[in-house]
T-cell receptor, first 117, second 109 residues
Framework: GAVVSQHPSWVICKSGTSVKIECRSL??????MFWYRQFPKQSLMLMAT?????????EQGVEKDKFLINHASLTLSTLTVTSAHPEDSSFYIC?????????????FGPGTRLTVL | GQNIDQPTEMTATEGAIVQINCTYQ??????LFWYQQHAGEAPTFLSY??LDGLEEKGRFSSFLSRSKGYSYLLLKELQMKDSASYLC??????????WGAGTKLIIKP
């Protein structure tokens, strides 16, 4: 089956620092990757849609200058949380869509838990 | 606007059957997904329906009625490990996934 990895699994950082999260599709090519954020006891919130080789499309209310997304290859997308603050502490999950998949299924990474002190 | 409704929480007994309903109003429809999410983990795929009817996969089945904007996930022979949140998501006309808020399923012995 399609496998998506995320790194790191968890990160603790000081307020004001930047954190980079990587999302990789390990055994398939993904022209489109999605970044979600999930606060405790809430559903997934789509932050942005990332297409390989082009700029990401951000959802309303998501600051594109704060959450930098790069999708440089068909197997890698990165999310950088710049100048992180405690309110950015959340569970960040990426998903990837297999370009050959007729079902348009999204395969999820295991998530990255970010804690900003 | 786009909207997906599912119950916030349900409780069931180990060994029993439970049905989790999902209704949707979206701009276009390209399929409906059910995902399972355990606390602190990412969602895992359970089922996909794009045509009306019932799809059975082991203990889990998913039903779709496009004319009614309705789906349900049926879980049989419940096990304690089935305690999780179940997320309904619809792929809209732009192939964007629209997510429900999830149904927290509590299994009691």
């Amino acid at each position: 089956g399609a496998v998506v990895s995320q790194h790191p699994s968890w990160v603790i950082c000081k307020s004001g620092t930047s954190v980079k999260i990587e999302c990789r599709s390990l055994d398939f090519q993904a022209t489109t990757m999605f970044w979600y954020r999930q606060f405790p006891k809430q559903s997934l919130m789509l932050m942005a849609t990332s297409n390989e080789g082009s700029k990401a499309t951000y959802e309303q209310g998501v600051e594109k200058d704060k959450f930098l997304i790069n999708h440089a290859s068909l197997t890698l997308s990165t999310l950088t949380v710049t100048s992180a603050h405690p309110e950015d502490s959340s569970f960040y999950i990426c998903s990837a869509r297999d370009i050959t998949d007729d079902y348009n299924e999204q395969f999820f990474g295991p998530g990255t838990r970010l804690t900003v002190l | 606007g786009q909207n997906i409704d599912q119950p916030t929480e349900m409780t069931a007994t180990e060994g029993a059957i439970v049905q989790i309903n999902c209704t949707y109003q979206t701009s276009g429809f390209n399929g409906l997904f059910w995902y399972q999410q355990h606390a602190g983990e990412a969602p895992t795929f359970l089922s996909y329906n794009v045509l009306d009817g019932l799809e059975e996969k082991g203990r889990f089945s998913s039903f779709l009625s496009r004319s009614k904007g309705y789906s349900y996930l049926l879980l049989k022979e419940l096990q304690m490990k089935d305690s999780a949140s179940y997320l309904c998501a619809v792929l809209d006309s732009n192939y964007q996934l629209i997510w429900g808020a999830g149904t927290k399923l509590i299994i009691k012995p």
